[in-house]
């Protein structure tokens, strides 16, 4: 197929007067995972629900592998899954029959979709829980009969909405790894995230999203030079040498230094803009600066930039700032999950 | 919340590049299923939610056995002389009364579900798209005939003695049955237009109660005044119960049955559109 799996254009919904969606363009290559990364309520989600099909735009276009998510919404329901921010799945039923269900929805037989609960249960670790049911899961297993609820149909284009939070480290890797698994087989997934490290991780291009429209977009890589490639996170022994600190760390690394509400504490972002070196081989030069200097550092590290610093970065604005309103756009876009 | 309950097994999970391939391995995918069948499959998942949840039942047993003894014994000796002559009757209308007072149940149920991501997945999938609500509807009628057949029970225990017999019984339940599948297309709608699981509970009672006691289930009209006579003359409810009281009399109103089949018709086709635009829209 060479129609890309999703192409949109001026892609607008707006809610009362609140534009969730504001004009976005994406091109999403088949059997690429694409990352969305952005703050909650930044429309995110309000751009997968008119993908899948659950929402419809107010204006612009949206194909998925060349099908109208509106004119030819059957066609793109019959190449997709959705696993949403909320299980996707029955609570009150237990896991086989959440998965016997939608095989029968999708056309197997009884004795096919039997076999096809049996089948994704197991893939997923979840062949002792197979009649419980799914109210009774953990998070991460809830997580993943909701992906595997997902790729039964073997969709070709799976849209993953935020699928870590609120997962324990453990069972988030778990996820990152099915993604990969997912991809490898050539499936092509949209990911919505907030976090900076997840569409690092999976992503090969990331949209990062900021009140409803795309404020940069490119490879990771790209993304994090532009925003520079880490954060040195010091933490002093005497808060009577902050002063000095400061100073030995904004020539060192040949940036601004900024002073944390913690008073033993500086950060100060780690550019290799400009030279060769790498962030780590400026951090490291940093903490040897300190020590010639006699400064006593309890603890430093380097950071890949958080998702706030990548908004501070574009914006100039903190990705969580209250007068941006972004629990006026949650609230529309629960309204829309409703 | 729910108790989230951490096996060893779970835990220790890893994934396997060898069977998430063998999942997605890309065979011939199966034909999607006929209208029916998605209806079929979606009205097995409310027998499912029936069988893990089984106090929903209640409703549909304690609330019709509640409602026929009350006004049984209520109206009866005021009435008509004895509570056994009232029943003969009285019994098909509050079996009417009862079950459309149920059909309530759908639009609340429906409320409580959409909020559900589960309906997210139902809704992406490539099926006709009112099986979900129709299978829902499915899972209810279960629900209706099994309050009909208590009511008949308990009267026929109180001494309600119906001359059709079993076939006018089993006729009369019918026709009730297919109403009430109709009617539940009212309460789909409200379901999905209104916010709330309570808001939806107002707007039924507001409905049902002028609907099923303005009309000839408890007393005879001719004694009420001109204006409500009209009224009760046009509620279909009064329909419903004229037909079924002469089916399970033995002595079939052809013109009542088919004014109600009729109805149910436009029910379907009025609020089914309404309710399909609205899920649509979603």
């Known amino acids: 197929m060479s129609a890309p799996a999703i192409e949109t254009s001026g892609l607008v919904k707006v809610f009362g007067d609140n534009r969730a969606v504001d004009g976005v363009d994406l091109t999403v290559p088949a059997g690429t995972v694409y990352g969305l990364l952005g703050p909650n309520g930044a429309g995110k989600t309000t751009v997968v629900r008119m993908l899948a099909t659950l929402l419809r735009p107010d204006g612009g276009t949206a194909t998925v592998f060349g099908h109208d998510v509106v004119r030819q919404a059957d066609a793109v329901r019959g190449r997709v899954s959705l696993t949403g921010q909320y299980a996707s799945v029955d609570e009150d039923l237990t896991g086989t029959e959440n998965l016997v269900l939608l095989a029968r929805l999708l056309g197997y037989s009884k004795a096919q979709a039997r076999e096809r609960a049996a089948q994704l249960l197991a893939a997923f670790g979840l062949t002792e829980a197979a009649d419980r049911q799914v109210k009774k899961y953990s998070g991460g297993m809830r997580r993943r009969i909701d992906i595997g609820a997902s790729i039964l149909n073997t969709p070709d284009l799976l849209f993953l909405d935020e699928p870590t939070t609120g997962l324990d480290p453990r069972s988030r890797n778990q996820v990152w790894d099915i993604v990969r698994m997912v991809v490898a087989n050539g499936t092509t997934v949209l990911l919505t995230t907030q976090y900076l490290d997840e569409a690092d991780q999976l992503a090969g291009r990331i949209a990062v999203i900021d009140r409803g429209k795309v404020i940069a977009e490119g490879t990771p890589g790209q993304l994090k030079a532009s925003v520079g490639a880490g954060t040195v996170h010091v933490r002093l022994r005497d808060a009577e040498q902050r002063p000095a600190a400061e100073r030995v760390l904004a020539e060192a690394l040949g940036t601004t230094v900024q002073q944390e509400p913690d008073p033993l504490a500086l950060t100060a972002r780690a550019d290799a803009g400009g030279s060769d070196r790498g962030a780590a081989e400026h951090a490291a030069r940093a903490l040897a600066a300190l020590a010639e200097a006699g400064i006593v550092v309890d603890d430093f590290s380097l950071g890949q930039p958080s998702l706030d610093e990548v908004f501070l970065a574009l914006t100039d604005r903190p990705a969580t700032d209250p007068a941006a309103g972004p629990d006026t756009d949650s609230t529309a876009e629960k309204e829309a999950v409703a | 919340m729910s108790t989230a309950t951490q096996t060893p097994e779970a835990s220790a999970y890893t994934p396997s590049a060898e069977t998430i391939g063998a999942v997605l391995a890309r065979g011939d995918r199966p034909k999607r299923p006929s209208a029916w069948a998605a209806s079929l499959t979606f009205g097995w998942r409310a027998l499912l939610k029936i069988k893990h949840v089984p106090e929903q039942l209640f409703d549909v047993t304690a609330f019709p056995i509640i409602m026929t003894l009350m006004f049984t014994y209520l109206f009866g000796g005021a009435l008509a002389g004895s509570t056994r002559d009232y029943l003969q009757f009285f019994l098909p209308g509050i079996m009417v009364t009862s079950v459309v007072m149920i059909t309530m149940y759908t639009g609340i149920g429906l409320n409580t579900d959409i909020e559900k991501g589960v309906f997210d997945r139902f809704r992406t999938l490539p099926v006709w798209r009112p099986a979900a609500l129709v299978g829902m509807i499915f899972g209810d009628v279960l629900r209706y005939i099994l309050a009909a057949t208590t009511i008949v029970l308990v009267g026929l225990i109180l001494g309600f003695r119906p001359q059709g017999g079993v076939t006018g019984v089993l006729g009369g339940i019918a026709l009730l049955v297919v109403f009430s599948f109709a009617f539940s ?34 007393v005879d009209p001719r004694t009420m005044p001109g204006w409500l006579q009209a009224f009760v003359d046009i509620n279909p409810i009064s329909h419903l119960v004229t037909a079924i009281r002469s089916i399970m009399d033995g002595d079939w109103n052809m013109g009542e049955i088919t004014w109600t089949l009729v109805a149910s018709g436009v029910l379907v086709a009025v609020f089914g559109t309404l309710t399909m635009r609205l899920y649509n829209r979603k």
């Open chain 2, 185 to 218: 297309w009212v309460w789909t709608m409200f379901g999905l237009f209104l916010r709330s699981e309570k808001s939806v509970m107002g707007v039924s009672m507001l409905v049902l109660f002028p609907l099923t006691f303005l009309s000839n289930v408890f």
